[in-house]
């Protein structure tokens, strides 16, 4: 019996149409305990791969017969034995091509909305790290937002609209993943686009994006509004009146968090005016787009991740606080974990430490950790 490998991109397609999987996953408990692979018809088993070395008998009847079963591990090579000796007892599985790490950086294309005059805004979601970029496309002109490291899905996708990438923004000086908006600025000539207040330590040259300015795409316009609180210079995108580009300010379920540069005591009346006195002034027919999401719940039935601005003023709790000093223990006293290796991040992301491509990987290996819930 033969071995199939099943890529990051058809496991994320499983996972946006909900259907059915059993993932046998071969890693250290507490690998999979901190970060695996998430869906609403996902079921699990957990054996690292060494208690497996003498023989899969005794998991053979944990294994569903009515369902896909995957077998995963960090990089392939453990789950491609244990799916050949699962083969060899008459067990057809598949394992994940390129491992975990292929997960992590796997981006999955969605079209949010329409545009004037015909253009479109694609969301790109990653699905194994919960992170969100964005391409907006008008005519023969794009945009792109908080870009990840993979540059090769923009610069292609574009390509394949016909539209040529003009201007880049990165939404704050990210933490969590390493940005790629440099690089696919440098590669298409477009321009890069950068909080100043965020960028006083970085050693590379870029446009300061400040509140207030405006980029044209083709018949469509980006609006920049100033709204710090996770970081200093973090700053949300108005594009064409109907979508509201939040950066990691504010998520579907969730809100940033305000301490990934050391500073959460500083910036938490700053992420409280952000959400509750500049975001209120805007329309609440806005359609919230976030730079992360947390829980796959927040997606939607076609995988993408987004909602009404008066929906969420309804329904995110960390916009219902009314209290200011709760507010402040709950952004300050109930923090998530750090991202992985988040200050190795923020150097490459300053431009002061350029990392081989394999210890990128390395360092964003994980969920996501921006938000407070």
Known sequence: MSVKAMTAAQVARK?????PLFILDVRNGDAFADWKIEGGNIQYLNIPYFDLLDGVEEVIDQLPKDRDILVV???EGSSIMVADMLADEGVETAYLSGGMKAWSEHLEPVKVGDLNDGGELYQFVRIGKGCLSYMAISGVEAAVIDATRMTDVFLNFAQEKGAQIKHVFDSHLHADHISGGRKIAQATGATYYLPPADAEEVVFEYTPLEGGFEAVVGSSKVEALYSPGHTIGSTSFIVDNQYLMTGDI???DSIGRPDLAGLA????????ESLYSRYQALANELSVLPAHFMIMDELNEDGSVAKKLGDLFNENHGLNIEDEQEFRDMVTKNLPPQPNAYEDIRKTNMGKITPEEEMQREMEIGPNRCAVR
């Not at 005591?265 to 409280?272: A, C, F, H, I, T």
Request: glycine share 6%; hydrophobic share 45%; aromatic share 10%.
């Open 250 to 252: 504010l998520f579907i």
């Open 15 to 19: 996972v946006i149409d909900n259907e």
């Open 265 to 272: 005591e500083d910036w938490v009346g700053d992420l409280r």
């Open 73 to 75: 591990c960090a990089k």
